[in-house]
């Protein structure tokens, strides 16, 4: 009850990117243990750019705790630099979006 509660305060728009924003961070933590995992036994390894663009598309706080988690990708630069930048701009975006939901 107290969660349908506090639900009702927002609107399906905002649940459903919200939900987006969690799986798509919870999907990119886990392709960078996944892509340790892999570099540890020498297998096949996912692609930079996918890391990169799961960043884009929301999941940078995903990444980032990844790499820290996993100690994973720390050193390269495009990753140590490159994934807080774009985690800076996720968040302006979802800022801009929260916004725009709410008039």
């Known amino acids: 009850m107290i969660a349908s509660d506090f639900l009702s305060n927002f609107s399906e728009i905002e649940i459903a990117f919200t939900v987006y924003i969690i799986v ?14 892999k570099a540890k036994k020498g297998d096949w390894r996912v692609r930079e750019a996918t890391l990169i663009v799961l960043s884009f598309l929301g999941g940078a706080i995903g ?14 630069k495009k990753f140590y630099i490159g994934v807080p930048a774009i ?13 725009y939901l709410n008039k």
């Open 24 to 37: 798509i961070s919870l999907i990119s933590f886990v392709v960078v243990g996944l892509d340790k995992s």
């Open 87 to 99: 985690y800076i701009l996720n968040r302006i975006m979802i800022t801009i979006i929260g916004v």
């Open 63 to 76: 990444v980032l705790i990844g790499m820290v988690f996993f100690n994973h990708k720390t050193k390269k």
